[in-house]
Structure formats: structure tokens, C-alpha cells
């Protein structure tokens, strides 16, 4: 499918008006998305949580490589319960309390397993959505029922927005509830130094239990420094961190949300589901 096309589809899903022709179904016309009846070849479900001021149907391109895989496919919309300006946008969530957005990504994880019948689930999250997943596993005890985890623009660590976090903190201060209203409480808790963040890096950054794979690039603009997205562990965890920028010769840079959409990063998700344990180089790599 041409450039041009999947920039569309991308903007009118973002907004929640996908076009007909592209709603999120398979080449039979069956969901991608949250299918109790599809019969997967690979026995633990993928879960895809998104970022902020996103949406599940951004996931639309990696959904559909990963069922056409055999992977079953689940998603979901969180953080619509925000009192900010950008929840005013259709089709923008991400946007409220992370506490409250950890409690509902261990809830999917329920309705995950009891729709499938599964024991554990694989989560692949993106920006926000994996911060969600570090607060699931390190203090909300969720790593038992996880298997992989595969991040994409991971902000573990918040973000210094690209050093805006330190010229925003007074302003947070003194006005909160209009830094809140102008920017979501996520957005504001997602800031480096907040106490949100603060939490974040007391906890373990890994479960001995589980296998990662981080893809992050050097070039995002959103998820910075990119050390907020590598994972570094002092567990036995299995831990691959693939920054695309130096592994991949690319015709363009992979931005923040192109992290999702690109084929590159698409690939990289299958691989971080499958691939050996030990194995933290893709074999597709360029260098």
C-alpha cells in the first residue's frame, strides 16, 4: 500500500473515522481486533496498548501482520475519564490519572485471559502504554500472568519532552490544575521529575520471569532521552533493546508515532514475540 494512503488512514483513524474501505478487519471481513473467535496457530494472545492522545486503531498495521501470523489480537481505548482541553478532540485518549490507567491495563489482561482461555498474555505497548506496563509488573503484581513484553518509544523514565519538561515545571507548580487542563493529567505525570515519574524509577525496570524487547530510535523527538526506553536490568530478565536509527539503514527517519506504523517496526514486533531467548540482535538487521 502506498505512503500516501497509509497517512491517511492513519490521520482519519486517529480521529476516529476510519474510512469504510479500511475498518479494522481481516481479508474476510472478520475483526482484527478483539476476535473470541479466531483461531490462533500461537497460543498467547497479544495484547496492544497504546500511548498518549492515541487510539487502538492506530495499531491497525501491526494487528493485522500479527494475526496473518496467527497471533489472536486484543485492544483497547483508556484514559477517556480526563477533564482536559484534548479530550475534547474525537478520538484522543491517553489522557487521564496513569494510576487509574495501570488499574485498567490489568483488567484487559483479565478480559483477555478469561475470553481466550490463555494463562498469560503478551502485551506490545507504545510509549505511555509501556510506562503502564512497568507500574502493572512492578507494583501491581502482574508479571505472573504476562509472558513477553515488546515496547515501542517507552517513556520507563518520563520524558524531558526534548529539555521542555524543565521550562514547563514552574508553570506545572504554580497552576497545576490548568497545566493539567491544558495538557491531561497523563501528560503532566508523564513529565521528567514529576512524582509520577519519581515512582516509575523506584521500581524494578524488569521481572526475572519475563522476556523484553524494546525498540526504541535515537531520533524521537517525544520519548526523550532515548535512555527513558532502554531497558537496563540487574535481574536474570531476557532483554533486547533495539534502537532502529543505528541497526537499520532507512530511506527516512522513524518518528515517535511512526514507531507503530513503519514495516520496520511491525517486523521488529513479530520478532520480539518470537524470537529465542538470548537472542537480542535481529537477524534482519543492517548492521
Known sequence: MSDFLRAVTAVTWRYGIPPAILQPKNSVGRPIFNNPH????????????????????????A??????????VWAYDY?????????????????????????????????????TGAPQVDIVA????????????????????????VTL?????????????????PLVRRVPRLARWLASEGGVQQLVGSE???????????????????????????????STSHLATTTP?????????????????VTHGGLITRIVSVKLIYWGLTRPRGETRPPFADK
Request: glycine share 10%; proline share 5%; aromatic share 8%.
Open 79 to 115: 484514559g477517556t475519564n480526563s477533564n482536559s482541553l484534548l479530550s475534547l478532540v474525537p478520538g484522543v485518549y491517553g489522557l487521564g490519572d496513569l494510576e487509574s490507567a495501570a488499574q485498567e491495563l490489568a483488567g484487559q489482561v483479565e478480559r483477555v485471559k478469561k475470553e
Open 196 to 226: 509520577f515519574v519519581d515512582k516509575l524509577d523506584a521500581l524494578p525496570n524488569t521481572h526475572p520471569d519475563l522476556i523484553y524487547t524494546s525498540i526504541y530510535t535515537t531520533l524521537d523527538r517525544a520519548a526523550t532521552p532515548s
Open 38 to 61: 479466531f483461531r490462533p496457530t500461537h497460543p498467547t494472545p497479544v495484547l496492544l496498548v497504546h500511548g498518549r492522545t492515541d487510539n487502538s486503531r492506530h495499531w491497525y498495521w
Open 153 to 169: 518509544g517507552a517513556t520507563f523514565h518520563g520524558s524531558t519532552l526534548g529539555g521542555l519538561a524543565q521550562r514547563l515545571a
Open 237 to 253: 530478565a531476557d532483554v533486547a533493546n533495539v534502537d532502529i536509527a543505528r541497526r537499520f539503514d532507512l530511506d527516512r527517519p
Open 126 to 149: 507504545h510509549s505511555q502504554g509501556a510506562a503502564l506496563v512497568k507500574l502493572y509488573t512492578g507494583e501491581l503484581g502482574g508479571a505472573a500472568n504476562l509472558r513477553r513484553v
Open 63 to 72: 494487528a493485522r501482520n500479527l494475526q496473518r501470523s496467527g497471533f489472536s
